[in-house]
């Protein structure tokens, strides 16, 4: 029998407990441990039952309990204390109402931060894997910095799949489905309407319902087309995050992007907050969020070319793939059909995710190049992913150097309150800030005077949790197998090394690279005297075959009887099992193919928690390795056969953890204390830790994006964004009549040719004719490039000097003058280069446009 109607029945709490419902709504109680603490005391059972969820706690907990508790006055006390502390969280001015204007010109009024996932807690399951933890840990960092955001996303009726295991170890999936009224979300309400959001899909009008969830003093919302104003169809939009094929996500990406901004103009309005002034697209799902911006720009009366300028202004874009099969490609057709109607030039929206460059495929319209170009400003998320990502979309930029493609990078960070064992915390809390070494509350520094004992009885105590929750989580996949769990309470020891191995299940993270040896690896797991244990999860993507059989394989390996108790696979890999995953392990590996990892945020939360690191140096670990942190396993780049290059790298992996790792952590004092890995240690928490937080990372958002998004976006209105919009359409109408006629380089009275030789500090000056055609010298840059160079005469390590001086020689024709010194020693070349400029771009490369001599 089917229910025709769904509701929830909430709890009516008695007057003294009502904070208790405000403190369940905000999910800040996922981060502050007192408040995790006073739901666990309402009914302990009960509470691990929910598994953790505090609305669900209090639909179960019977009235009898809260009839009592009501009455516990020192219960009601702290619950008070609770609640305002919650309201002093929500109110008091914090890091940017205090700090934020110190090193920028302009604080952004709000920022729109668009994801297709959300890893804030496990109760509200709309996130994969890294890139949803990474906006999670966003949110909460902006809420702790006082930072005006809003998120926006999409409520999906069954989540991500729940991972379970076969007979054989193959992956199997589930969708539960969720219901609105039991997740931590309430509907936005306009008076006593749901407020919702409409959006053209196929032809039609699609209805989203909007809903909000606090994430501390951050606005999330998330939209929920599964209604009954919806055709069948269209209510399965939101169906499954990633689920279903190109068509599927096309849609959720359109209501992602255009929807969301209605829903943020709406949530405003009501909320009476001011719109934001800058956009920030998290990856490419989100990218159609510029159209709509366009869209509402025209309806203000701008052209095209000036609503794409102010659009572009306030708009931040974050890649986060290093590779390009990682970027949502759609066929250009579909794209078409979807757009037809929407109200713009539809030639110029296909024009904005055309391929349209060297190797690029005409037929696919790219959802990164469309980020791109709509974000006047743009990141990748680790030094060398920016690497990685200004050579990856160097062809969007011709005529300049891959260092000059306008991606910058903003190296992730973990949200450290979230991550790190609240016993860890209890260490480093500093009650005041005004030690230079307190960063959010936590004397990092604090580590190093920590008792060794002490840390180290901490450690112990982080792998036995570890050890239960294993052993826990492996009989419910012993079941689930139709397999005998007599073996598994002597799975793991808690006094053993610990090695964790979780991420997701593509083939480029290499789950498998630990077996290319696998009589090695046990070797170095049944060793007597000191063995190692590892725990490994992840998840493959329903549609990815190969991932799936890489977890079967090592799953299979980790069945065998003789090292059963010392390796373990174990599913579902989510909020839940990384919390005591990450304190519980003494070693992170992390072994990708360099440079595809873009960063790897689950090494930090290891890190954090006072663990090593032993990685390639790929992601943040290229930019903050050093040996008090860690091991770095070599990168056999040079090797071109995978095969071989594999078995390199595993070879090193094997050689650092029996020769390096196993030694420092089994070698202990005559107290049994192994004083070389306590160091270690406290090393990473003390120096490695306040350069991995999400709170650094916010800032640094702030600083470098957000805020000057928000001056630039301030500085064009619909006049001087028409103005600028003109300048660009000239520029480009005009820039193949740019030529550099003629070039003089002299030294004195000596010409400068080829085999000519000057010192360090010899004056050079410089002479070069100029023909702009309809431009003016207002229009350009004329600069000299110095660097060195390479056997093919290519320059590199760039050293660029304004041509400064310039004479009309008539016709369009001019002379540009400059003197400058010859600096650096060594084989040196030069060349000359014009590019267009004008003080509203963010770097001379915006316009794609240069000309160089010869």
């Not at 006047?376 to 160097?394: A, W």
Request: glycine share 8%; charged share 25%; with cysteine.
């Amino acid at each position: 029998m089917r229910a025709i109607k769904q509701f929830r029945i909430k709890p009516v709490l008695p007057e003294a407990l009502r904070p208790l419902g405000v403190l369940a709504a905000n999910l800040r109680w996922s981060w502050h441990d007192r408040t995790r603490e006073m739901f666990r005391a309402i009914d302990p059972l009960v509470w691990d039952e929910v598994h953790h969820d505090p609305i669900a706690l209090l639909s179960r907990v019977s009235p009898e309990r809260l009839a009592a508790l009501a009455e516990d006055q020192k219960f009601v006390r702290n619950l008070t204390v609770l609640a305002e502390d919650l309201e002093h969280y929500m109110e008091s001015p914090r890091w940017f109402q205090r700090h934020g204007h110190q090193n920028v010109e302009k604080l952004p009024t709000g920022i729109a931060y668009f994801s297709a996932e959300f890893g804030v807690s496990e109760v509200l399951p709309v996130y994969s894997g890294g890139l949803g933890i990474l906006a999670g840990d966003h949110l909460k960092a902006a809420s702790d910095l006082g930072v005006p955001l809003i998120g926006v996303g999409l409520l999906y009726r069954h989540g991500y799949f729940r991972q379970y295991l076969d007979a054989s170890g193959w992956q199997q999936e589930r969708y539960p489905t969720l219901h609105n009224a039991e997740l931590p979300v309430k509907p936005l309400q306009d008076g006593d309407t749901t407020v919702t959001v409409q959006v053209p899909i196929r032809g039609r009008t699609l209805t989203a319902e909007v809903w909000v969830a606090q994430v501390g003093r951050i606005p999330l919302l998330l939209m929920d087309a599964d209604i009954d104003a919806n055709d069948a169809d269209l209510r399965l939009v939101t169906d499954r995050l990633y689920g279903g094929g190109a068509q599927h996500r096309l849609d959720q990406e359109v209501l992602l992007g255009i929807g969301g901004v209605r829903a943020v103009r709406q949530f405003c309005r009501i909320e009476g907050r001011e719109a934001p002034d800058v956009y920030h697209c998290n990856e490419g799902h989100a990218g159609f969020l510029g159209l709509e911006r366009i869209r509402e720009y025209m309806d203000e009366g701008a052209d095209f070319d000036a609503a794409l300028e102010r659009t572009r202004a306030g708009n931040v874009f974050t890649t986060h793939t290093p590779v390009p099969a990682g970027i949502d490609r759609f066929d250009r057709q579909m794209v078409s059909d979807q757009f037809r109607d929407f109200g713009l030039p539809l030639d110029r929206v296909m024009a904005l995710g055309a391929e349209d460059y060297p190797g690029g495929d005409p037929h696919r319209h790219n959802m990164a190049v469309m980020g791109l170009r709509l974000g006047q400003r743009s990141n990748g998320v680790s030094q060398l992913h920016g690497e990685v990502s200004r050579e990856m979309f160097h062809g969007l930029w011709p005529g300049f150097t891959e260092d000059e493609v306008p991606i910058g990078a903003v190296t992730n960070g973990v949200h450290h309150r979230t991550w790190v064992h609240p016993e860890l915390l209890e260490l480093l809390d500093s009650p005041t800030d005004d030690n230079h070494n307190v960063i959010d509350g936590v004397d990092w520094s604090a580590a190093q005077r920590v008792d060794a004992n002490t840390l180290w009885s901490l450690k112990r105590q982080m792998r036995g949790d570890l050890v239960n929750m294993a052993r826990e989580r492996l009989r419910l996949s012993c079941q689930k197998r139709g397999m005998s769990d007599d073996w598994v309470d002597g799975a793991l020891d808690p006094n053993i090394l610990t090695l964790g191995f979780a991420r997701r299940g593509a083939s480029y993270k290499r789950l498998t690279l630990m077996l290319k040896d696998t009589e090695r690896l046990k070797r170095l797991l049944l060793d007597p005297e000191r063995p190692i244990q590892i725990v490994i999860a992840g998840k493959a993507h329903p549609a990815d075959d190969t991932g799936k059989s890489l977890i079967q394989t090592m799953v299979q390996f980790a069945d065998q009887e003789d090292v059963r108790h010392r390796i373990v696979v174990l599913p579902d890999y989510d909020i839940s099992l990384a919390r005591p995953l990450y304190p519980g392990c003494d070693v992170w590996v992390n072994n990708p193919l360099r440079p595809y990892e873009a960063c790897g945020t689950s090494g930090m939360k290891a890190a954090l928690n006072g663990a090593a690191n032993l990685s390639i140096r790929d992601g943040w670990w290229d930019e903050l390795f050093a040996p008090e942190f860690g091991w770095e396993i070599p990168s056999a780049e040079g090797i071109s056969d995978p095969e071989l290059r594999d078995r390199a790298e595993a070879a090193s992996l094997y050689d650092i953890i029996e020769h390096q790792v196993v030694p420092r952590f089994y070698d202990v004092d005559a107290n049994g204390l192994p004083l070389e890995w306590i160091q270690m240690m406290r090393d990473n928490i003390s120096h490695l830790g306040p350069d991995i937080l999400a709170s650094r990372m916010v800032r640094d958002y702030v600083e470098q994006y957000y805020a000057p998004a928000s001056l630039s976006a301030s500085k064009l209105d619909a006049e001087s964004a028409g103005d600028l919009a003109h300048w660009k359409n000239r520029v480009r109408t005009e820039w193949h009549h740019v030529r550099i006629e003629d070039v003089t380089l002299r030294c004195g009275d000596a010409e400068i040719t080829r085999a000519f030789q000057l010192n360090e500090g010899d004056p050079v000056d410089v002479e070069c004719d100029v023909h702009l055609g309809a431009l003016t010298p207002d229009d350009v840059a004329v600069q000299l490039v110095f660097g060195d160079v390479d056997e093919n005469g290519e320059l590199d390590n760039l050293r660029i000097v304004d041509v400064t001086g310039v004479d009309d020689l008539g016709d369009n024709h001019y002379r540009y003058k400059t003197r400058d010194k010859a600096t650096i020693t060594g084989p040196r070349g030069c060349t000359i280069r014009v590019v267009p400029r004008n003080e509203q771009l963010s770097t001379i490369a915006e316009l794609g446009l240069a000309t160089l001599a010869g």
